[in-house]
């Protein structure tokens, strides 16, 4: 098969940039979601939707991209690792896109009641899980293993946060039935929150195996 390696490297940086143009704007579409239900910001719901379909496109020309370099010459093995990490992390992009619409979804019902007090834990998880994902997508663009490694040992801290978000909503719930709705639904905002979380592991073992060749997904949970 013949080669033309300038313009498979032209290519592979295209593809980078379509990748990172798509990392934006999911965390972009999280930002929203999350600003809607921590500040009650309705203007923001409108936004969502519409991001997500950004998103959405985004996906197919990551997809037609890596789809074209794949058929353009044989990669070489660092190249492969490459455009297969990217294939999968542009699924989880996607994938955080549609949790931000859950988010945004739940969001909506939970204003039409009165805020639920006493639950710093829900803003704590929404934080910890935006800053994974922020910094697996950094770790993934630098080509960083140590802080994509670091972002997958604080997946454990997102998890505990969801269960003592699922327990004190239940006594919510169990205190004032009036609070069954909004408690409900702020428990489905703390699923999707642990799915990003989980979405953003993924990038960094991605990462992880792009830099090392060294798959980590099922393997212990170590520095």
Known sequence: ?????????????????????????????????????????????????????????LELEVDERAMELLALQQPLA????????????????????????????????????????????MEE????????LSDALRAWSRRDPELARQVRLRDDVVDALRTRCHRILISHMMEDPRRLTPALELIHVSQSLERVADLATNIAEETVFLVEGEVIRHGPETA
């Open 78 to 121: 660092g190249d492969l690792r490459q455009i297969l990490a990217t294939l999968k992390i542009s699924n989880d992009l996607e994938r955080v896109g549609d949790h931000a619409v859950k988010i945004a979804n739940a969001s909506r019902r939970v204003v039409e009641h009165p805020p639920i007090s006493d639950l710093p834990q």
């Open 125 to 132: 998880m929404a934080g910890q899980a935006r800053g994974m």
């Open 1 to 57: 098969m013949s080669t033309n390696r300038p313009r498979f490297e032209d290519l592979l940086e295209q593809l980078q940039s379509c990748l990172l143009e798509m990392a934006g704007e999911a965390e972009g579409l999280l930002e929203l979601a999350l600003n809607a239900l921590l500040q009650r910001d309705m203007a923001a719901l409108s936004k969502v939707k519409e991001g997500d379909q950004v998103v959405d496109a």
